[in-house]
């Protein structure tokens, strides 16, 4: 007796896409030929397919950190699976913007998105260390790795509120 499996478990489906290298092929208008050597922390990051690819990996991640959703009020927003597709736009959005990309980030500046969380300094470090292991895991090389762990620490003062 034969049986099918699912598409969705099958191996070929279990393996993560280095997202970096499929923007080139995915957005060819907007993609430059070859990098400059003044290419903007956006471009080197893979543009938009790269930028939303890590941040598809990342929100999955967040929303499944203990320690993140240790603080209630942002278990609040994590709890709910309904709102990962939003919120994964507005963090690829904001970090698009953040990597030198253009302006598409339509949420709320970082003190008003974060000020009736009381996210404490452990929250935001949980963050973090997501973020990075994130991009590790992407396989962003460590220059631009730490270059956007740098933009994520300048934020450090408008998000830990409490």
Known sequence: MTTTQDATTTPEHAH???TRRLAPEAD???APAEQSPNAT???RLGGCYGIAGAV???VDRLFQNVKVNANEKVHEHHGNPANAAGYKWLVTSWSIEAAGGPKCYIGHDMDT???HLAIDTAGFDAVAKEIEA???FVGVPDPELREFMDIIEGYRSKVVQA
Do not use: K, M, N, Q
Request: proline letters at 11%; zero cysteines; a negative charge.
């Open 16 to 18: 993560v896409p280095d």
């Open 28 to 30: 060819p208008a907007t």
């Open 41 to 43: 922390l956006y471009e």
């Open 56 to 58: 598809d990996i990342l």
């Open 113 to 115: 998105a974060h000020e």
């Open 134 to 136: 994130t991009l590790d």
